[in-house]
């Protein structure tokens, strides 16, 4: 049943430890899980997130900086949100991943998975802040 789901998605998104369970459960290896997907994204915790497609392109992306951890509940969900939103305003996949990062740091940091609050001002400061001024500049456009 794994296999039949993840076959031939688009984005495959998990976590470092059911990437594993993927592999174990399906019996592909990580190789052939990536040949059965477009990109595969794994988030890992502390450490950020990894993007890899079946076109080569491979990285790593640094959680957001200064992130105080409270609660996990939700923070891969707010991930997923915030990486596919930005891949709909036409950003790139880092950029996208940066943007899960910064929105995933802000429900981590909240006791409730909908109970965080930032204004727009607030969260292009972060991403500038974890990412560079390029990257605030261009995701401000885009929440203008």
């Known amino acids: 049943m794994i296999r039949d789901l993840i076959e031939g998605a688009a984005i495959l998104f998990s976590n470092e430890y059911e990437s594993h369970v993927i592999e174990k459960k399906t019996g592909w290896s990580a190789e052939e899980v990536l040949s059965k997907v477009g990109i595969q994204v794994t988030t890992l915790g502390k450490d950020g997130v990894r993007v890899t497609s079946k076109d080569g392109t ?41 943007v899960g990062c910064v929105l995933a740091a802000y429900v981590v940091e909240t006791v409730g ?17 974890s990412y560079g001024d390029e990257a605030g500049e261009e995701i401000a456009k885009h929440l203008a």
């Open 113 to 129: 998975t909908q109970e965080y609050d930032f204004t727009t001002e607030q969260f292009v400061e972060r991403v500038r802040v």
């Open 58 to 98: 491979s990285f790593e992306v640094a959680a957001a900086k200064d992130v105080e951890a409270v609660e996990p509940t939700g923070v891969g969900d707010a991930f997923r949100g915030g990486f596919l939103a930005a891949l709909s305003w036409g950003t790139s996949l880092e950029r996208a991943a940066q």
